[in-house]
């Protein structure tokens, strides 16, 4: 082939790869610039359909499945969880509860609660603002543009290859035509080509013995709950409408990721209320208060028999402190007795384990007993030495 032509096609390959790879990153990036206001609008749309679903339908069943129509193309959401009345009717996928997966800047989470003829809906959703599902098609279109060119390439490789052997043995015809001079044995001479050193050969064996040590003995999954608590008795407790205290831990280290990642505060609340378990009315009263007085139900855990944890984002421990003395106050008047101490820790710009602040909120609790002025306690960090700290390790 002419060399006019090998630069032309080269050029013209390289600018179709290019291409096919920046068609990828585009869409890509174009999904990923308005995932936000598109999981907005998805959900807006979701949570309209679902409370009209709730308003026109008593049947269970029928709600469910209805609800799986709304949703319809679930490669929009990672999870979704909706509870009705405390009681948990759908849910995708089905065990979302004690997933260790973390949240990231692809996915959003949503939710809303909402006061119905029904009853009280709660709707609880997470969607991807870049969708698997788009990664995998524009993936699969540059794939095959790349896949096609790929495949043109080699056929324009054998081709020319082709062409160059039948040049060369029409040359070789060509030479064979002219008369060549008589040359005696004795002087005619062949010059040998120097061997190859078996020195310069690279010894491939030598790297094969080579190993990568990777440290495959501190990479261990993380251990979920799987008892038949969750399986035979739903997701929350029938006796306060709390979750589970086996979902704390790990729903708790989620949602530190998530404040960590945002960089907004959390606090731990301990609450307990003493001897509130032999008293199921009272406990029913109490639970409700503490229900309608945090964020979100699905941040409410037992603990033991009197005492209970609760999650607040974007709560500092000033803030927390204020929230406990009021709250505080409104149990002791549904109780009618001064029976409720509280033990607060935060966040506190740390990155903090879910069983550190767990140890910390108990620790404070336990110290509201030594304490005959104070019902409520908070273990405070002090951040200019964990600045420090941080600033050291550094």
């Not at 384990?353 to 336990?366: D, I, M, N, P």
Request: net charge negative; hydrophobic share 35%.
């Amino acid at each position: 082939m002419k060399k006019g032509f090998i630069i032309f096609y080269s050029i013209f390959i390289s600018l179709v790869f290019a291409g096919s790879l920046g068609y990828f990153g585009y869409n890509t990036f174009i999904e990923y610039k308005t995932g936000e206001e598109r999981t907005e609008k998805r959900f807006k749309a979701f949570n309209s359909k679902v409370v009209n679903i709730i308003q026109s339908e008593t049947d269970y069943n029928a709600i469910r499945r209805r609800i799986n129509d709304a949703v319809g193309d679930t490669n929009d959401f990672s999870n979704i969880v909706i509870v009705l009345n405390e009681k948990n009717i759908y849910a995708y996928p089905v065990s979302i509860y004690g997933s260790t997966e973390k949240e990231s800047k692809l996915i959003k989470d949503k939710r809303e609660t909402t006061q119905t003829d029904a009853g009280l809906l709660y709707i609880y959703a997470s969607l991807y603002t870049l969708r698997p599902v788009s990664i995998y098609n524009n993936g699969k279109i540059s794939f095959f543009i790349i896949l096609i060119a790929t495949l043109l390439t080699i056929i324009m490789i054998v081709i020319s290859n082709h062409v160059k052997k039948e040049s060369a043995v029409h040359k070789s015809v060509e030479e064979s035509k002219i008369k060549l001079p008589d040359y005696d044995d004795e002087s005619f001479e062949i010059e040998s080509t120097p061997e190859e050193n078996p020195d310069d050969i690279f010894d491939e064996e030598e790297r094969k013995d080579e190993k990568l040590n990777l440290p495959s003995d501190e990479i261990k999954p993380m251990k979920i709950d799987t008892g038949k608590t969750a399986v035979n008795e739903g997701l929350f407790s029938p006796d306060t409408g709390f979750g589970w205290k086996s979902y704390l831990e790990t729903r708790l280290e989620n949602e530190l990721n998530r404040c960590t990642a945002s960089e907004i505060d959390l606090s731990l609340f301990m609450i307990n209320i003493k001897d509130i378990e032999e008293n199921k009315n009272l406990l029913s009263k109490v639970c409700r208060h503490i229900s309608t007085s945090f964020q979100f139900k699905d941040l409410l855990f037992e603990y033991k028999k009197d005492t209970f944890a609760a999650i607040k984002i974007d709560t500092d421990v000033n803030e927390a402190l204020n929230f406990a003395e009021e709250l505080v106050k409104e149990i002791d008047r549904i109780c009618g007795n001064k029976v409720c101490t509280i033990g607060i820790s935060a966040r506190s710009i740390r990155m903090i384990s879910a069983e550190r602040l767990l140890k910390e909120a108990v620790e404070a609790l336990a110290h509201t007993s030594l304490e005959s002025e104070t019902q409520v306690i908070a273990f405070r960090a002090d951040v200019t030495k964990y600045r420090k700290y941080i600033e050291e390790l550094n």
